[in-house]
């Protein structure tokens, strides 16, 4: 039964106690709505307290609500339950009241204080973040491009092997073809050699035999000669085609020189502008190397910073998913 008299007391107390406290907060410009304005700094951070404290904004406007009822005529109630009905009572009650008001202004304050320093801080490393997220990028960019040039420079150095492939197999062909050309010669050479002992011997045939017919004046003279100018020609013919032969494999000989002595040049080119390149790609390794060191110790500092919202991070994924693509 006291506690059933206690409470209908007590809810007007606290009633009392809300109107008060929304009457001190206008006074000392402590509202939501104020510290709202005074955290200009940060653009999100009055949405954010807005989003974060719905049940405080419920409260407030169900105390400006709440505040123009009076309280009862009975008087405060005791905190025993006992109605005190005496006028002295209730102004002895109400500087415990005031230093309550003066201690919850106080806590107020300090709290709108910590929290405008909580979001200054949260922009300045927003702002950080942001750098780094901006420094992050353009050195994948960076990366990006190295990369691209690097297989550039692979695509040219395999280019070039294929070449020095190609050039070595052209070599080895002319190679054999001088090979198969030098075999021939010897073949004609020898050719040549037995064409040219025919030759001696038929020519000293062909003087014994005029000092046989020039002595004995045998009867087949005519017939002799016929042979002798049968032989001269015939020897003409083969003396003639000698010349042609080693004319022609001369003429061979010196062709393909020059081919190989073009071939071989062709080939020394290939291999010196193989080398710059090979010092080339070397060179670009090595930036390679130290822009990913860099870009691993930029990521090794980004870690190291507190983790943004769980939807913070989705963008800057779905951010670094378009970048790649």
């Known amino acids: 039964m006291g506690e059933r008299e206690r409470s209908p007391d007590t809810d007007e107390e606290s009633k009392a106690d809300k109107h008060h406290y929304c009457h001190s907060s206008s006074d000392f410009g402590i509202t939501p709505q104020s510290s709202?304005?005074?955290s200009l700094v940060n653009p999100s951070s009055p949405m954010s307290i807005k989003k974060k404290n719905p049940k405080r904004q419920i409260s407030d406007s169900q105390v400006h609500h709440q505040a123009p009822r009076k309280p009862s005529p009975k008087g405060p109630p005791n905190r025993k339950g006992v109605r005190v009905g005496f006028r002295s009572q209730s102004l002895n009650r109400e500087p415990p009241r005031k230093d309550i008001d003066l201690v919850t202004k106080r806590v107020l304050?300090?709290?709108?204080l910590k929290i405008n320093e909580l979001q200054n801080e949260v922009t300045e490393l927003q702002v950080k973040l942001?750098?780094?997220?901006?420094?992050n990028k353009a050195l994948k960019r960076l990366q990006y491009r190295q990369e691209k040039a690097l297989t550039k420079f692979e695509d040219t150095e395999n280019e070039i092997s294929q070449l020095i492939a190609r050039h070595n197999n052209e070599i080895t062909a002319l190679k054999e073809r001088l090979r198969k050309s030098q075999e021939r010669e010897r073949a004609t050479e020898?050719?040549?050699k037995d064409t040219e002992d025919e030759l001696y011997r038929t020519k000293f045939s062909l003087q014994k035999l005029k000092k046989i017919s020039e002595a004995r004046h045998l009867p087949e003279r005519d017939d002799l000669a016929k042979k002798l100018v049968a032989a001269e020609l015939k020897l003409d013919d083969t003396e003639r085609r000698i010349k042609e032969l080693s004319k022609n494999l001369e003429l061979s000989s010196n062709?393909?020189?020059r081919q190989l002595i073009a071939e071989r040049k062709r080939a020394y080119d290939a291999h010196d502008e193989n080398k710059v390149l090979q010092?080339?790609?070397q060179q670009l390794y090595h930036k390679l190397k130290e822009k990913e060191r860099e870009l691993d110790i930029k990521n090794i500092y980004s870690n190291r910073l507190p983790k943004s919202s769980p939807k913070k991070e989705k963008e800057h994924i779905s951010r670094k998913n378009e970048y790649l693509q």
Do not use: I, M, P
Not at 130 to 135: I, Q
């Open 279 to 281: 010092k080339e790609l």
């Open 130 to 135: 942001a750098e780094l997220l901006k420094e």
């Open 190 to 192: 020898k050719r040549v």
């Open 36 to 38: 709202g304005r005074s």
């Open 255 to 257: 062709s393909f020189q």
């Open 109 to 112: 304050s300090a709290r709108l």
